[in-house]
C-alpha cells in the first residue's frame, strides 16, 4: 500500500520526491485503493493553513481562499483542468468525435471558464463557511472530501469503458470492477472516520448520499455523451464529488 500510495502521488500531484517512485510499466489502475490516501497527503498541507489562518487571525475567507489554492498547486490543477475541459467538450453539445477533440485541445473556452470559476467560488465560500463554524473541522472535512472523492474517481474508473483508446486514462492501465469497488469503499470509510472526530458519523449520511448521486449523474453524463470515461471526465467526477461532499458536510452544520 506504500508503494501504491507513492505511485498515486507520483501521478495525481506534484510531489517530486515520489515522483521516481512512478513507471509509466506499472499498471496505475491497480493502485486505485491507494487514492484515497494519496488524497489524504494532498490536501494536509492545506487543512495545515486552514487551521493555521484561523490562529494567525486571519478571516476564513483568507485561510479558505490560501488552502484551496495550495491545495490545486499541488496537484497541479490535474482535476480542475479535467472539469474545465469536460465543460468545453460537452457544453456546446457536440457529437463525440467533436467533443473529444475539443477537451484535448490545450485552449480554454467559455464553458470551461464558468465551470472553473463556479467550482472555486463553491469551494472557497464552503470552506470559509465551514471555518467561521470551526476551523478544525473544516480541516477534517477538507480531508474527509480530498479522500472520498478521489476514492469516488477510482470507482469512476473503473465503471465505464474507455471512450479515447490511446488516451490518458487508457494508457496507464484502468482498474478493474473489484479494485474501483475498494477504492470507493477505502475513501468512505476514510470521510466516515474523519467525520466521527468532528460532527459525528451521522452527519456524514448526507455527504456520502450527495457524493453518490452527483457521481451517478456524471457517470450518466459520460456514458450518455461520449460512450465511457476519459481522463478529463474522472478529473471532472472528482471535482464534482468533492463539492457535492463539502456542500452536503455545510449543510448539515446549517452554515449555507
Known amino acids: 500500500m506504500i508503494a501504491s500510495t507513492l505511485r498515486a502521488l507520483a501521478f495525481l500531484t506534484r510531489l517530486k520526491p515520489v515522483a521516481s517512485a512512478f513507471s509509466g510499466h506499472h499498471r496505475l489502475g491497480a493502485d486505485v485503493p491507494a487514492f484515497p490516501l494519496a488524497g489524504l497527503v494532498a490536501a494536509a498541507p492545506s487543512a495545515l493553513v486552514l487551521v493555521a489562518a484561523t490562529g494567525l487571525g486571519l478571516s476564513p475567507l483568507v485561510g479558505a481562499v490560501l488552502a484551496t489554492g495550495l491545495l490545486t498547486a ?28 475539443i477537451m484535448k485541445d490545450s485552449r480554454i473556452g467559455a464553458y470551461g471558464t464558468l465551470a472553473l470559476v463556479l467550482s472555486l467560488a463553491l469551494r472557497i465560500a464552503l470552506l470559509a463557511g465551514l ?27 473503473s465503471s465505464l469503458p474507455s471512450a479515447d ?9 484502468q482498474p478493474d470492477s473489484g479494485e474501483g469497488r ?6 468512505a470509510a476514510i470521510l466516515l472516520v474523519l467525520a466521527s472526530v468532528t460532527v459525528g458519523p451521522f452527519a456524514a449520511a448526507l455527504p456520502l448520499v450527495l457524493g453518490i448521486l452527483a457521481l451517478g449523474q456524471v457517470r450518466k453524463l459520460l456514458q ?29 452544520a446549517g452554515i449555507t
Open 131 to 157: 471555518a467561521e463554524h470551526s476551523a478544525f473541522d473544516a480541516a477534517l472535512i477538507l480531508l474527509a472530501a480530498a479522500a472520498a472523492s478521489r476514492g469516488a474517481m477510482g470507482w469512476l474508473w
Open 182 to 187: 475498494r477504492s470507493a469503499a477505502i475513501g
Open 224 to 252: 450518455a455523451r461520449l460512450g465511457g470515461q476519459t481522463g478529463d471526465g474522472l478529473g471532472a467526477g472528482q471535482q464534482i464529488a468533492d463539492l457535492t461532499i463539502l456542500l452536503g458536510f455545510a449543510i448539515g
Open 165 to 173: 483508446p490511446g488516451g490518458l486514462a487508457d494508457r496507464v492501465g
Open 74 to 101: 499541488l496537484t497541479g490543477a490535474l482535476h480542475e483542468d479535467g472539469l474545465a475541459d469536460l465543460a468545453d467538450g460537452l457544453g456546446g453539445h457536440h457529437g463525440k468525435t467533436r467533443a473529444l477533440a
